[in-house]
């Protein structure tokens, strides 16, 4: 699995950081500095919670933004920013791999294309499970450790 993989796909809010506390998430450093020499990293963040301005300051402003190569905030259609991903480092959704804690976003999206799904399975959202709308993940996490067992 892992030698046909280009890309990752991170989610932010839930993923990375704490929205409500603008913290990141503990090993989150350790495990992107481990990813990006590896593989190209790629943020996409749906900004609900606040404009996508003030994320996208956020994002630039934090101790991670050096590992990734793009990052893509907008305030609706993140599936599009998803397939933006996809055509700007001409990759096919078999070489990537989408984390994201909401199996509605990113796993549901990356299931759909023939993508990786990591579903990091914590937080808010660890209630909210896949069904048959979004598909099953690939892998299920419980700490975004796991990824350097994985890849």
């Known amino acids: 699995m892992e030698n046909k993989i280009k890309l990752f796909i991170f989610d932010w809010g839930g993923t990375l950081c704490d929205l409500k506390t603008d913290i990141i998430f503990k090993n989150v450093h350790e495990v992107l500095s481990y990813l990006s020499k590896r593989y190209k990293l790629v943020l996409v963040s749906l900004?609900?919670?606040?404009?996508?301005?003030?994320?996208?300051?956020?994002?630039?402003?934090?101790?991670?933004?050096?590992?990734?190569?793009?990052?893509?905030?907008?305030?609706?259609?993140?599936?599009?920013?998803?397939?933006?991903?996809?055509?700007?480092?001409?990759v096919r959704p078999e070489e990537v791999v989408?984390?994201?804690?909401?199996?509605?976003?990113?796993?549901?999206?990356?299931?759909?294309?023939?993508?990786?799904?990591?579903?990091?399975?914590?937080?808010?959202?660890?209630?909210?499970?896949?069904?048959?709308?979004?598909?099953?993940?690939?892998?299920?996490i419980n700490n975004i450790l796991e990824l350097k067992e994985l890849y």
């Open 47 to 90: 900004a609900v919670s606040e404009s996508s301005q003030i994320r996208s300051v956020k994002i630039q402003n934090s101790e991670i933004a050096k590992f990734f190569t793009q990052i893509i905030v907008g305030d609706k259609g993140k599936d599009q920013m998803y397939e933006k991903v996809l055509v700007d480092f001409e």
């Open 98 to 140: 989408v984390v994201d804690n909401q199996v509605v976003y990113g796993i549901k999206w990356g299931n759909s294309k023939g993508a990786t799904t990591v579903w990091l399975k914590n937080g808010e959202f660890e209630n909210d499970l896949p069904n048959s709308e979004t598909g099953m993940p690939s892998v299920t």
